[in-house]
C-alpha cells in the first residue's frame, strides 16, 4: 500500500523551522500525520512538530520569526505559531501518564524523540522526520505496518487503549480512511475493552464518527464498529439492524442492506462544482441509519410476509435521539432526520404516477434536502433483481423530469403564494393575526395544488375562502 517517502512533498515551512531550531540548538521533527501522508504522496493539510525545548524555549526561538503565536495549549507543551497562511503546532516531547478512569493525562515533559513517538496511537502515526537532516525516525515499524496495510500499536493495544479508550474509535477511523486492516491484537482489545469508550465525552465520540463517515471507506469502519462491540455503546442502532432472517427470506438482511445503501450513497456525491459535494456527512449518515425504525415495527403478517410499517416516522425519531445523545448540532440532526422521515416517500410513483400536486409537494417538503433526498432514494435500491431495480430507476427518472419541467415553469425552488401577507391584509381588511397566517396557508396549498393562478384569480378565491370562513 505505501510507497517510497516523498520528501520532495515537504512543505518549505517545515525546512525553514528545522533550521531555526537547529542553530538555536534544539532538535524539531516533523510528526504523525504529516510524516505518513508522504508515504502515501498526500498532501498534508496539517504540520505538527515536536522538540525536546521546552515551551518558553520554544516561544524564544519562533519570537522574531512567527507573525504571531498563541499558548493556549501551553501547559500541554503545545506552541501555536502562524507564519503567513501557515498554522502549525510546536510541542514538546511529551511522556504522559494516565488515570484509568479518565482521559485527562498527567503532564509531563520527555526526554527523547522516541518516548515521545512511543505514546502515540498508532504505529503509522508514530514516525517523525527530523529537521532540517530528513532523517527518517521509526522506531516501532510503521512504515511496514504502512506497507502492509495494517492497524498496530506502539506498545500493547490494552495499555494504548487504556490511556485513552478514544482510540479505539480511531482505529476504526484509520481503517476506514485508508481502507486497511487492524491487527488481530488490536481487534482482540478493541472487543475486551470496549465498554471503556464510556468514559469519553459525547462530543468526541462524535467527531470521531464523523470523520469515519466522511472516510473513502466508510463502511469497513462501521463493520469494525459493529464487530469489536463498540457500536453497542456509540450506535447501538446499527448492530440492532442485525435482524434475525426468517427461513424463508421474506424480508432482506437489514444490517447489510443499510451498509450497502451507505456506499452507494457515497458513490452519488458529486465534485465541489455539484449539488452534493463529497464527502457529504449529512448524505452518508442518513443512508446509514435510514431504517434504524425497522427493528420497532416488524410485524409478521397473516399471509408470511414481514412488515415494517412507519418504519421511516419512528426511524426518525430515532436518529434525533441518537444524534442528540452525540451532541450534533441542531441543523444537522434536522436534515438527517428529514431525509430518514422522507427516504420511503418516493415508493409507489412508478406504480400509480403522482399529480402535479403530489410532485410539487414532494420538492417543497424536501426543501434544500432535495439533491441528497435524490440521492439516498437511488440509493436505497439494492434489489439483485435488474428487471425490478430498472423499474425504480426509470421511474425515479422520471420523477426527477417532470421535477425540472415544474421549476422551469414555476421556479418551484422559491415558490410562493400568488398574494403575500400585506396584499392578504389589504384584501380581508384584518390586521396582523391569525386570519392572515391562516389565508396564506390556503393560498399556499392552491398554489402546490393548481400552480399559479394569477393575483386576480387569487384574489377572487381567497375572497370565496374568506366568506367560507365568516371573515
Known amino acids: 500500500m505505501a510507497k517510497s517517502l516523498d520528501t520532495s512533498a515537504i512543505h518549505p515551512l517545515a525546512l525553514e523551522l528545522g533550521k531555526l531550531f537547529e542553530t538555536a540548538g534544539f532538535e524539531l521533527s516533523l510528526v504523525g500525520g504529516p510524516v505518513r501522508d508522504l508515504f502515501l504522496h498526500q498532501q498534508a493539510t496539517d504540520l505538527d512538530f515536536t522538540t525536546n525545548a521546552h515551551p518558553d524555549q520554544t516561544l524564544a526561538v519562533v519570537k522574531n520569526w512567527a507573525d504571531t503565536t498563541w499558548e493556549i495549549g501551553k501547559e500541554y507543551g503545545t506552541i501555536g505559531v502562524r507564519k503567513g497562511n501557515e498554522m502549525v503546532e510546536i510541542t514538546t516531547y511529551r511522556a504522559d501518564a494516565y488515570d484509568p478512569d479518565s482521559r485527562k493525562p498527567q503532564v509531563a515533559f520527555g526526554e527523547n524523540l522516541e518516548d515521545d513517538l512511543f505514546r502515540r496511537d498508532f504505529t503509522i502515526n508514530s514516525m517523525a522526520l527530523r529537521l532540517p537532516s530528513l532523517e527518517l525516525v521509526d522506531p516501532f515499524g510503521g512504515e ?86 463498540l457500536a453497542d455503546y456509540v450506535l447501538p442502532e446499527i448492530p440492532a439492524l442485525k435482524l434475525e432472517v426468517d427461513e424463508h427470506h421474506h424480508h432482506k438482511d437489514v444490517y447489510q442492506h443499510s451498509l450497502k445503501v451507505l456506499e452507494q450513497a457515497a458513490s452519488l456525491e458529486t465534485d465541489t462544482e455539484g449539488p452534493v459535494p463529497a464527502p457529504d456527512f449529512v448524505l452518508r449518515f442518513a443512508a446509514l441509519m435510514h ?6 415495527t416488524r410485524k409478521f403478517e397473516p399471509n408470511g410476509s414481514v412488515s415494517f410499517l ?18 450534533f448540532d441542531n441543523d444537522t440532526i434536522k436534515a438527517v432526520a428529514r431525509l430518514v422521515e422522507l427516504h420511503m416517500r418516493f415508493y409507489g ?123
Open 349 to 471: 410513483y412508478g406504480d400509480a404516477g403522482w399529480t402535479d400536486s403530489a410532485v410539487r409537494r414532494y420538492v417543497r417538503d424536501a426543501g434544500d434536502l432535495l439533491e441528497r433526498l435524490h440521492r439516498l432514494t437511488r440509493a436505497d435500491v439494492t434489489t439483485r433483481n435488474k428487471r425490478r431495480a430498472n423499474r425504480i430507476a426509470h421511474a425515479y427518472d422520471d420523477l426527477e423530469r417532470r421535477i425540472e419541467e415544474l421549476a422551469e415553469q414555476e421556479e418551484l425552488d422559491a415558490m410562493r403564494p400568488d398574494l403575500d401577507g400585506e396584499q392578504i391584509m389589504e384584501i380581508l381588511g384584518v390586521s396582523p393575526g391569525p386570519i392572515v397566517g391562516k389565508a396564506y396557508k390556503f393560498l399556499l396549498n392552491m398554489r402546490l395544488d393548481e400552480g399559479s393562478l394569477g393575483e386576480e384569480e387569487a384574489t377572487r378565491r381567497l375572497k370565496e375562502w374568506a366568506r367560507e370562513q365568516g371573515i
Open 310 to 327: 412507519h418504519h421511516d416516522i419512528v426511524g426518525a425519531k430515532l436518529v434525533k435521539k441518537r444524534m442528540r445523545a452525540l451532541r
Open 291 to 296: 431504517d434504524i425504525g425497522k427493528p420497532d
Open 144 to 229: 511496514s505496518d504502512l506497507e502492509a496495510g495494517v492497524i498496530r500499536t506502539p506498545g500493547t493495544a490494552e495499555d494504548s487503549f487504556s490511556d485513552d479508550p478514544l482510540r479505539m474509535m480511531r482505529a476504526a477511523r484509520f481503517a476506514a480512511r485508508l481502507d486497511i486492516d487492524v491487527a488481530p491484537e488490536v481487534f482482540t482489545a478493541m472487543t475486551d475493552m470496549a465498554e471503556r469508550i464510556n468514559i469519553i465525552s459525547a462530543e468526541r465520540v462524535r467527531d470521531e464518527l464523523v470523520k469515519l463517515i466522511k472516510a473513502p471507506a466508510p463502511v469497513r469502519g462501521i463493520e469494525l464498529l459493529v464487530e469489536s462491540g
